[in-house]
């Protein structure tokens, strides 16, 4: 593993953290105490060639970025941007839904969506969480039934990310219950669908400026040139999206326990009590030295696991481990930048609070540590 960045990597995460930070973060409070999904940054980010950061210029992208470089540009994002909810969309996007559609879609599908996803004019939703089967997701209920021209669908989706916006869902349904996870099948369904419907958006504890809901499919037709690979190749489209989900959508929080880091060290400096700043105690201090490790550790894995892709090498055990380690690491910089803070952290005007609650949210929904924690026992064998 080479950890020297070219000079044009360190010049493209410059401008990415530049752009973040001067027009990523409008409004964040307000917008986060209001539930508010920013159209217009979603935009911008478009413009900018966020969404298109890993997509051929043929279909709409920028081709900017090999995978190394796109981790660099996504922490640079999470440096320069504080509004958690915009960020998980753009990734929950980018590597859930337009990587499945460029690694596995037919000429017609990356023509039709990729385009329109890059430019923003277009939002995706990855459909595979069901309420009665939560992370169980080789016993799905959702069904897709082979008629003339193509499938019915039917069964609901929930917790996914912007479902009550989306224009086109990635859907996982099963095509032969009687195979379990060898007779699952991927679809792409438009919101135009006839039968197909999307769910208010829930309020949440964090990641409030992205809508999360559900998918409603009832007797949906889906043509079959919508159907993603192969029919009953579901399982590895899920496993093959998930291991790059894994690796990057929680990039752009290293990005955020830097910016964090700074915040900290700055206030511990600055703030003073009992005649020096607080940043001589050792109850302060010792925290920020944490916050540091936890953040050196965190870009060692995640620059091993982009390194892996890059060589075209499996990483779903060090994706695992990167996601379980990486999100709980952001959650407990996220609590000590909070009691750093004291009460200036517990006040929601300064934003201090808000990492926080985004820190639970990346915890517990985008794949919560005990199922991370079965997916590494399960790969040692356990």
Known sequence: ????????????????????????????????????????????????????????????????????????????????????????????????????????????QKE????????????????????????????????AEKVDGGYVLNGSKCMVTLAPICDVALVVASTNPAKGKWGLSTFLVEAKQQGFRRGANHLKMGLRTVPIGELHLNDCFVPESHRLGKEGGGFATFNHSLEFERCCILASQVGAMQRQLETCVRYAKERSQFGQPIGKFQSISNRIADMKVRLETSKLMLYKVAWLKSQGKSAMMDAAILKLYLSECYAQSSEDAVRIHGGRGYLCENGIDRDWRDAIGGVLYAGTSDIQRNIIAGLLGV
């Open 1 to 108: 593993m080479n950890f020297d960045w070219s000079e044009a990597q360190l010049a493209y995460r410059d401008r990415m953290q530049t752009f973040a930070f001067e027009h990523l973060s409008d409004d964040v409070i307000d917008r986060d105490e209001r539930s508010e999904f920013a159209e217009d940054l979603w935009q911008r980010a478009a413009e900018f060639g966020i969404q298109g950061l890993y997509i051929p210029t043929e279909y709409g992208g920028r081709a900017s970025a090999d995978i190394e470089t796109a981790m660099l540009a996504m922490e640079a994002l999470g440096y320069g941007c504080s509004d958690g909810g915009l960020l998980l969309a753009l990734n929950a996007q980018m590597w859930a839904v337009q990587l499945p559609i460029l690694h596995f879609g037919s000429e017609f």
């Open 112 to 143: 039709r969506f990729l385009p329109k996803l890059c430019d923003g004019t277009w939002k995706g939703a990855h459909g595979i969480t069901e309420p009665s089967t939560g992370s169980d997701v080789f016993h799905l209920k959702t069904t």
